[in-house]
């Protein structure tokens, strides 16, 4: 994959209670990634963007809720997720790695 589009496989990160608590206990980032992307990417899309070594990747799709709008009812779309497990002796940091 070319250099451009690996930046363009992560979209946010995602910092929820739940992903604050996996980051401190088991050394994991929680990334909202490209529906089409594979582990293999989501690795390297990481490792370029913030020079640190990945370990091990988990995706997972996340399901649209059913909603209503007012007398109608939609969907909201389905999204990936990533969680990115750091090598041992890496450590991450969004807010300094911004740059």
């Known amino acids: ?12 990160p995602l910092i929820t209670e739940k992903s ?6 088991q ?13 293999a990417e ?7 963007a913030f020079n640190a070594k990945v370990e091990k990747v988990s995706l997972l799709i996340v399901k649209g809720k059913t909603k209503r ?6 969907k909201r779309v ?3 997720k990533a969680y990115i497990c750091l090598s041992p ?4 940091d ?3 790695n911004q740059k």
Do not use: C, H
């Open 1 to 12: 994959m070319k250099k451009m589009d690996l930046y363009n496989v992560l979209l946010s």
């Open 89 to 92: 002796g890496q450590n991450f």
């Open 69 to 74: 709008f007012g007398r109608f009812t939609g």
């Open 27 to 39: 050394q994991q980032v929680v990334f909202k990634v490209l529906k089409s992307a594979t582990k």
């Open 94 to 96: 969004l807010a300094s």
């Open 42 to 48: 989501v690795k390297q899309a990481f490792e370029l």
């Open 20 to 25: 604050n608590i996996v980051a401190e206990k």
């Open 78 to 80: 389905d999204w990936k």
